[in-house]
């Protein structure tokens, strides 16, 4: 009985390329599905791609914050304040660079937008203690002439890192800073200066306390609240409340290089994802010096370069895809990992940057791919994990990952695995999380509302002092919405604060 069964069944296929032929029954067979109606699915989890892109687009949504008029010119009055108090604390002792260049970067440290330990931080958490978060690098010396001589002696430290002697400085730049120095004998029997990060982040986080005691001593109306100043290390992390809103601003002292470090110049030789839609120019503008140092380097000595300049102009050359996959990957693995951690979002950023390298733009350039995007971003970092290597994008014989212990790595690539084996339910659960963020922010802003706190334009004095504030906040409401995700560097003269000198990528408003 079972050899016609299979003859009859076997007959029906082989009719399917022709015309249709009644099975048995006497029912016609229905055409094999095409692609196009198979939902496709991820081959790890199970998971549906389709799902995967939807939850991404929504976590989006809920970490996207909206920036009305009011709060563009709260988040300009909180600028504004910082921006004084460096000129009060360049006028202390006048060590600071009297026309200074700040980069102002979306986002605070904790999330990764410049490479420094996480360890040594403290923990604050969108919602419940900020709305918004900025890092602000500012340069305690400014090499930008090219005829400066500068020894970058990389003789004691790791790769990556070095120390900043002064000893070919001239005499004024070494009495200013000598407090703030390591000494060491030179071979020819003279004193060489080498640049302390940590002297230089104690003397300027204590600038900023006297500068911050003085503001608080006399308050003015239309002041930010100080709400909460705390050092980590060599950050100084600052809550400032403007209205009803918080913004955390991680102040980090460090010293700014026009040009590009040897270290580094063999980078430029390879090709890279960004040629021909960024010149090599706007990439090799400068670098910085963090102060950060290496697992076995001297913390008084050792600085951390830092390409924090040339990532904001390679950002403009990533696809919307997958840096809104980059977005979730990092919140699944602040999550996951917890606050502070040995693995940081900047190690993710710079395995998304080897990626544009390694893969093609018209794949990364695909708009409904954001799922592949955060699991090959998953499963890079687990490879990353695994072998304890993590390349610096720019110095590429740095392994960032070099310091872990085995232990360590295997850890946090267990816990990736439990991610991959169900992506979908840690976004679900990053949304939650973004989404009781918000929740917070908004119960805030009701109870400073309720509460009659002032806001800056009720500080205004006169309607012709408020009708600048309007303009103003107008033109910064139009630069944040053009300019979505990217990050501000502003010029600014201490001794004119008046002015704004935002900096957009390559434009000046």
């Known amino acids: 009985m079972a050899a016609p069964a299979l003859s009859s069944r076997a007959g029906s296929v082989s009719s399917l390329g022709s015309s249709p032929t009644a099975t048995p029954s006497g029912s016609i067979p229905?055409?094999?599905c095409s692609p196009a109606c198979t939902p496709e699915l991820d081959f790890r989890s199970g998971s549906r791609m389709d799902e995967l892109n939807r939850l991404i687009q929504e976590f989006s949504k809920h970490d996207q914050r909206d920036y009305d008029d009011q709060r563009a010119l709260e988040i300009h009055t909180a600028k504004d304040f910082i921006f004084s108090m460096l000129g009060m604390v360049q006028k202390l002792d006048q060590k600071l660079p009297?026309?200074?260049e700040y980069l102002l970067l979306s986002g605070g440290v904790r999330d990764g937008v410049v490479d420094m330990d996480l360890e040594e931080l403290g923990v604050y958490n969108r919602g419940s203690d900020y709305d918004m978060a900025f890092t602000l690098l500012v340069p305690a010396l400014k090499l930008h002439d090219r005829n400066q001589p500068v020894t970058l002696d990389m003789r004691h430290s790791a790769l990556g890192h070095s120390w900043l002697s002064l000893r070919l400085f001239d005499e004024g730049t070494i009495t200013r800073w000598r407090d703030c120095c390591t000494l060491a004998d030179h071979l020819n029997g003279t004193t060489n200066y080498f640049f302390s990060p940590t002297l230089v982040a104690d003397w300027f986080q204590e600038a900023v306390a006297l500068v911050l005691a003085e503001v608080?001593?006399?308050?003015?109306?239309g002041t930010p609240r100080v709400e909460r100043v705390e050092r980590h290390s060599t950050l100084l992390s600052m809550i400032l409340g403007?209205?009803?809103?918080?913004m955390l601003y991680d102040i980090v002292p460090v010293v700014s290089f026009k040009g590009w470090p040897a270290v580094a110049q063999s980078w430029l030789m390879e090709n890279h994802f960004w040629d021909g839609k960024i010149t090599e120019e706007e990439v090799i503008s400068g670098f910085y010096l963090l102060p950060a140092c290496s697992a076995?380097?001297?913390?008084?000595?050792e600085w951390r370069l830092s390409f924090a300049r040339s990532e904001v102009q390679l950002k403009k050359c990533i696809s919307p895809g997958l840096m809104q996959a980059f977005q979730a990957c990092k919140a699944i693995l602040v999550k996951l990992l917890g606050q502070p951690s040995s693995v940081s979002p900047y190690h993710l950023r710079s395995i998304m940057l080897w990626a544009c390298d390694r893969l093609p733009a018209t794949y990364l350039g695909q708009e409904d791919f954001a799922a592949h995007f955060l699991l090959g971003l998953i499963d890079d970092l687990q490879h990353c994990l695994v072998n304890?290597?993590?390349p610096n994008y720019f110095i590429p014989q740095c392994n960032m990952f070099e310091h872990l212990c085995d232990e360590t790595a295997m850890f946090h690539a267990r816990k990736l695995a439990l991610v991959r084996s169900d992506p979908a339910e840690h976004l679900r659960s990053t949304i939650e999380q973004a989404k009781a963020a918000n929740r917070l922010t908004q119960e805030?802003?009701?109870?400073?509302?309720?509460s009659g706190l002032p806001s800056p334009q009720a500080d205004s004095f006169s309607a012709d002092h408020q009708q600048p504030d309007d303009r103003l906040a107008k033109k910064l409401q139009q630069l944040v919405t053009e300019n979505p995700g990217k990050s501000i560097s502003v010029f600014i003269n201490p001794d004119d604060v008046?002015?704004?000198h935002f900096r957009i990528d390559d434009k000046f408003f």
């Open 296 to 301: 076995s380097g001297r913390r008084e000595n």
């Open 216 to 221: 608080q001593r006399k308050p003015q109306r």
């Open 98 to 100: 009297v026309a200074n």
């Open 242 to 246: 403007v209205g009803s809103s918080r």
């Open 388 to 390: 304890k290597t993590c």
């Open 444 to 450: 805030m802003q009701r109870r400073g509302s309720s």
């Open 498 to 500: 008046s002015r704004p």
């Open 30 to 32: 229905r055409p094999a």
